[in-house]
């Protein structure tokens, strides 16, 4: 048989451990969640940033040249250029900050902050659609907005936001595309849980050392006292 005290320990780490593994699961929901919409509007704040540097009435004209990225000698495609990787650098959680024209033989590339397509790809470089994006294929090539996409494909787990670039007379001729990598968000959550878990593993100690000393001299001693 279990003695009174084993008994009222069980009961107190089973109270203890089950309301801080409620705790760490809602803090862990909620962690995600806030997270998750802080990536969002990342890649949202990224693509109107790139949609608002990039000169729409000149995105054909870059589109002719066909020259590596690094090499096009353009003024004022270098300088637009280089904000957008300022800009692509300064922002940990996204890791793809482009812009395309969309037609329907797929993507044409205009600019790719990644330092391997600056150095490796052309500008005007087809780009197939990866086959998550193909249902808004038809939104994008008429120029229309989508939501933020969130796909995992050949690029790896995204968050994806697309903003329309303008020509001067309104005219849709292009998109400005971020991606935030929700592999990033996965080791953030793991390193919450981490920090949670330490936290807890703590308070957890504390509370069964403090309510077996209470238990003891409120319960176990007045109990046996009488017997």
């Not at 704040?45 to 009435?57: R, W």
């Not at 300088?79 to 990787?85: A, E, P, V």
């Amino acid at each position: 048989r279990f003695t009174l005290k084993q008994r009222v320990t069980a009961l107190l780490v089973l109270a203890v451990v089950s309301t801080s593994m409620v705790m760490v699961i809602s803090g862990l929901s909620f962690y995600y969640r806030s997270t998750k919409e802080e990536y969002e509007a990342n890649a949202v704040s990224a693509a109107k940033f790139a949609a608002s540097v990039v000169n729409g009435d000149r995105v054909d004209e870059y589109l002719k040249a066909g020259k590596v990225i690094w090499k096009y000698s353009d003024e004022e495609y270098r300088r637009t250029n280089s904000i957008l990787i300022s800009y692509y650098e300064s922002i940990d959680s996204i890791v793809y900050l482009y812009v395309y024209k969309i037609d329907e033989e797929g993507c044409h590339l205009v600019f790719d902050t990644d330092p391997e397509a600056q150095e490796k790809s052309r500008v005007n470089e087809l780009i197939e659609f990866d086959p998550s994006f193909l249902p808004y294929k038809d939104e994008l090539i008429a120029g229309g907005r989508i939501d933020v996409i969130e796909s995992n494909d050949s690029y790896g787990y995204l968050l994806t936001a697309y903003e329309p670039i303008h020509d001067s007379y309104g005219n849709v001729v292009a998109y400005a595309g971020a991606d935030a990598s929700m592999d990033l968000l996965d080791a953030d959550i793991w390193s919450f849980v981490l920090r949670m878990l330490l936290i807890f593993s703590g308070f957890i100690v504390l509370v069964i050392a403090c309510g077996l000393w209470v238990a003891d001299y409120n319960i176990i001693f007045p109990i046996k006292a009488t017997t």
